[in-house]
């Protein structure tokens, strides 16, 4: 996969103690400084680059939430690549912001 991707990353963190938004902010705090173009929406985060590295910073957000107290994760992954192009976020939906 030599072209930029699309993936969406839900993180769905529990912990007897801590609210799970404050778990799932720490995973978007990972995602925001791996310097990946992202989005993040109510459900998910999108992120847009090379596979390798979104890969990476997946595994960095997972880790951040176990860090910040999560006992447990569900992880939900999306991936959408193109074997001739990129695809990016503007090709999808820029037409629809202002």
């Known amino acids: 996969m030599n072209h930029i991707v699309n993936v969406a990353l839900q993180v769905l963190p529990t912990a007897k103690s801590i609210h ?9 705090r990972v995602i925001a400084a791996s310097g990946l173009k992202y989005r993040v929406t109510p459900f998910e985060t999108v992120m847009e ?8 910073v997946v595994r960095e957000a997972q880790e951040a939430c176990y860090a910040a107290g999560a006992e447990s994760l569900m992880t939900y992954i999306k ?15 820029g037409k629809y912001e202002r």
């Open 79 to 93: 991936i959408q690549s193109n074997a001739q192009s990129d695809v990016t976020i503007e090709d999808k939906v």
């Open 49 to 56: 680059g090379e596979y390798d590295r979104i890969m990476q």
């Open 20 to 28: 799970p938004y404050a778990l799932v902010d720490e995973a978007i």
